[in-house]
């Protein structure tokens, strides 16, 4: 029997209905991402876990190490991402400008609010197949960084404070090929309060 030396993911539970989000991500979307997508990451990253545990106990001499250690990596990273993207969104509002202290963080680093929009949303929009764009925190500094499928491109050690997934599970039922449409109605649902509060963490 194996025993549980790391303790399994669970899917967390959105903060806001499915349909919370409308119109800008409909329930559809929004129900499929959270109970199918999301889930898978936290399925895969749980049984690469088994896998390793299994291991470590002389029980898996035929795992590929590699390829489990390709899985840990991609399904940990999709979920930690999902899990942040889910709580960096709120009910829609046309004029949602940031204010406080992430405004100023972004003016003091981007020039203005308007030049890390644009700087963002090019991330976004150039993300080649799969990805998402991250704003991430290191130290006292801020990074746009565009992340190939969950787990490419990104840097060691720092901290998303804001996320968006353009993987086309994301949008697709909504905007079908036009992510450059996603993009920019994003900027509607973003919750600056629990962005301001991980700037702060
Ligand atoms: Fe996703």
Request: aromatic fraction near 4%.
């Given at each position: 029997m194996t025993t549980i030396k790391h303790k399994r993911i669970e899917l967390p539970d959105l903060p806001y209905?499915?349909?919370?989000?409308?119109?800008?991500?409909?329930?559809?979307?929004?129900?499929?991402?959270?109970?199918?997508?999301?889930?898978?990451?936290?399925?895969?990253a749980n049984a690469a876990m088994d896998k390793l545990e299994k291991m470590r106990e002389g029980l898996g001499l035929e795992l590929d190490y590699k390829a489990t250690l390709r899985d840990l990596s991609f399904?940990?990273?999709g979920h930690?991402?999902?899990s942040i993207f889910w709580t960096n969104m709120k009910k829609p509002e046309k004029k949602n400008i940031?204010?406080?202290?992430?405004?100023?963080?972004?003016?003091?680093?981007?020039?203005?609010f308007e030049a890390f929009q644009a700087e963002f949303a090019a991330a976004a929009k150039s993300v080649e197949g799969s990805g998402w764009a991250i704003l991430a925190k290191d130290n006292e500094d801020l990074h746009v960084l565009e992340i190939q499928n969950h787990n490419?491109?990104?840097?060691?050690?720092?901290?998303?404070i804001?996320?968006?997934d353009v993987w086309e599970h994301a949008y697709y039922l909504d905007y079908q090929n036009d992510r450059g449409k996603y993009v920019d109605a994003f900027w509607q649902v973003v919750n600056w309060g629990d962005v301001t509060a991980r700037l702060a963490r």
């Open positions: 209905n499915y349909d919370a989000l409308e119109p800008v991500i409909s329930k559809e979307i929004m129900t499929l991402h959270h109970t199918r997508h999301h889930l898978s990451y936290v399925t895969g399904h940990l990273s930690k991402l999902h940031p204010s406080g202290a992430i405004l100023e963080k972004l003016e003091e680093q981007f020039g203005s490419l491109l990104g840097a060691v050690g720092v901290n998303p804001l996320v968006l």
